[in-house]
């Protein structure tokens, strides 16, 4: 298990080190680093004969994670955010798919 912390640490810290995301399109099984401002990680997805896996783990900085999962269908997308801190932004990233790609980014606050 220290090993897993230790290799998801340093996952987080490039994440960090990234920035934030532009919109991008993502390749199949490849990663896209994310970040949620208190959250960071990576996103990929897969190609399943229901659809396309998409998979977020993200961590905060005691390397707590969380993964998530979303079959997509063209034209559908999903959204991950994170609450701001007060006096901050809402952090947004919008995974989509149109036709046989994959998107992933910076989605704009809507409330």
């Known amino acids: 298990m220290k090993h897993f912390n230790r290799a998801f640490a340093a996952l987080v810290a490039t994440v960090v080190l990234a920035g934030t995301v532009q919109a991008a399109d993502v390749p199949a099984y490849h990663g896209q680093m994310i970040d949620l401002g208190a959250v ?27 993964r998530f999962e979303a079959v997509l269908a063209p034209g559908q997308a999903v959204v991950l955010s994170s609450p701001a801190a007060r006096g901050g932004m809402t952090a947004r990233i919008e995974i ?12 704009p606050v809507t409330n």
Request: proline share 0%.
């Open 40 to 66: 960071n990680g990576v996103a990929y997805y897969t190609v399943e004969k229901g659809g396309y896996r998409v998979v977020a783990t993200l961590a905060d900085a005691n390397s707590s994670a969380v």
């Open 96 to 107: 989509s798919r149109h036709d046989d790609r994959v998107r992933i980014q910076n989605a």
